[in-house]
């Protein structure tokens, strides 16, 4: 038996960023909150409540605090949590991702020029909530074909498109071409992380060669629920796991290859123990 592991697999940039900004903070003087769980999982985020780390679920607890400080999740929030956390004189850790950062930018700058700003990803997903945030004049979320068939523009309106960081890349082309064939004024940024291309890419190429996939991720994780649709589509026999103990594998003796990859919020330790695991016992 031979296991294949994604070199991508596990944190990515700005979740270890986000992770090590608030362990950094943890047995420093006040009480310490997240706005939201820094990142999708369950693993890292019942170890830092553990160590005294709270999650803020919404502006309205947010505004009930009158000390602390409060860090801001790897996802990024809308522009007026920001003001909130300042008219309440809490100290602020911005752990927000620096590619989520730069679509709040230039959602920001493209709105006060007028443009309409379309956002492809999970309208439910916070660092959607987050970016439609920073749009002047608000901003609309497209997920599917359907719904980029179904979108009208007056006929000299701009728009501006922009993507969530962890969009599948090959179907924001495909909703992409559907706004450029309708003949609209827009300006397209491409903002999918480059390490979400690079990981979505791996994990289908790996997925076409193994006979079992696993994938690794929080349950609430769109990166990871990405690539285990990803993988679904190559790979018959895929898995979609939070950790070893949800790892109930029958394997058929004619299997010879195992694949695992990982989303972006799975810390390296529980990969490790999901890889040991299957090297020892198939």
Partial sequence: MEVM???SAGFCFGVKRAVEQVYEQ???KGKIYTYGPIIHNEEVVKDLEKKGVKVIGSKEELAQLSEGTVIIRSHGVAKE???VIEEKGLTCVDATCPFVKRIH????KESREGKRILIIGNENHPEVEGIKGW?????????DAEEAQNFQAEEKEKLCIVSQTTFNYNKFKELVEIFQKKGYSISVVNTICNA?????????EIAALVDVMIVIGGAHSSNSRKLYEICSKECER???IQTLGDLHLEVPKAVRLIGITAGASTPNNIIEEVQNYVRINF
């Avoid at 930018?105 to 920001?108: A, L, P, S």
């Avoid at 749009?135 to 997920?143: K, S, T």
Wanted: hydrophobic share 40%; glycine share 6%; aromatic share 8%.
């Fill in 81 to 83: 949590i920001y003001a």
């Fill in 238 to 240: 895929t898995y979609f």
């Fill in 196 to 204: 979400t291309e690079e990981r979505q890419t791996e994990a289908k």
């Fill in 135 to 143: 749009a002047v004049n608000g901003a609309e979320v497209i997920e």
């Fill in 105 to 108: 930018d230039i959602v920001e």
């Fill in 26 to 28: 943890v047995g420093k």
């Fill in 5 to 7: 592991l994604a070199k």
